[in-house]
């Protein structure tokens, strides 16, 4: 936690303290501007690590504990006091998102693959997406069955070992980092749609999530059939 480390290191805090009070928010939305906050700390204790040189596992370790209270257990948090007062015990399903995260993150830890993309769901992405969803439908909420059913899919989605893409570039050749590129793109013009055509930025979060679900399946499909020529 000392010398170099304890920069990047106090982005992890800082993830940490915006999960913290994610869970005491007065309401869905203010949550989600905490969970967004932390979503950039998240990203920027990565960066500034690897910029100045101090990656180390205490920071790893840190980070993903950190993930599971701001993307796991916050969205969960929010979905069992939704669905409590209608479906009683059985809102107790939504801590499935929390145990998935934890799980995801646990075997993000011990992986020793050299893999250049993620194995099943990022947690974050998880996180980011059901608090803009439920600040999107805070008024008119999601049918019980269909909250559910995005529980046990997300859940499911993050214990995979599904391959997604991930963002970290070791060069910026187009050949190499294609789909990677046309993700970011579609990500920057979803932003613009979004602002200027739903009126709705919140809308940026799911359908940027459905393109990278579907820009890395392309991905894996074309690597596959790379591989048989």
């Known amino acids: 936690m000392f010398g170099k480390a304890i920069i990047p290191n106090t982005f992890t805090m800082l993830n940490l303290v915006m999960g913290c009070?994610?869970?005491?928010?007065?309401?869905?939305?203010?949550?989600?501007?905490f969970v967004l906050i932390a979503a950039f700390a998240d990203l920027l204790d990565g960066?500034?690590?690897r910029a100045i040189g101090a990656a180390s596992e205490m920071g790893k370790q840190l980070d993903?504990?950190?993930?599971v209270v701001s993307f796991g257990v916050v969205p969960s948090f929010w979905l069992y006091r939704l669905l409590q007062p209608e479906i009683k015990m059985w809102a107790a399903l939504a801590f499935l998102l929390a145990v998935a995260a934890a799980f995801r993150l646990a075997r993000f830890n011990v992986?020793?693959?050299?893999?250049?993309?993620?194995?099943?769901?990022?947690?974050?992405?998880?996180?980011?997406?059901?608090?803009?969803i439920l600040s999107l439908t805070e008024t008119e909420p999601l049918t019980n069955e269909m909250l559910i059913g995005l529980i046990l899919l997300f859940?499911?989605?993050?214990?995979?070992?599904?391959?997604?893409?991930?963002?970290?570039?070791?060069?910026?050749?187009?050949?190499?980092?294609?789909?990677?590129?046309?993700?970011?793109?579609?990500?920057?013009?979803?932003?613009?749609?979004?602002?200027?055509?739903?009126?709705k930025v919140l809308w940026t979060v799911p359908i940027a999530l459905l393109?990278?679900?579907?820009?890395?399946?392309?991905?894996?499909?074309?690597?596959?059939?790379?591989?048989?020529?």
Request: hydrophobic share 55%; charged share 10%; proline share 3%.
């Open 155 to 199: 859940a499911g989605l993050m214990a995979s070992t599904l391959p997604l893409l991930s963002f970290k570039f070791s060069n910026f050749s187009w050949k190499e980092n294609a789909m990677k590129f046309i993700l970011i793109a579609s990500i920057l013009a979803t932003i613009i749609g979004t602002h200027f055509i739903l009126k």
């Open 111 to 132: 992986d020793t693959s050299k893999l250049t993309g993620f194995k099943g769901l990022p947690v974050p992405a998880n996180g980011l997406f059901w608090l803009s």
């Open 47 to 49: 960066l500034v690590a």
């Open 21 to 33: 009070a994610a869970l005491l928010a007065h309401n869905v939305q203010e949550a989600f501007t």
């Open 64 to 67: 993903s504990l950190a993930d």
């Open 211 to 229: 393109l990278y679900l579907i820009l890395s399946a392309v991905q894996h499909l074309f690597g596959k059939q790379h591989e048989k020529v």
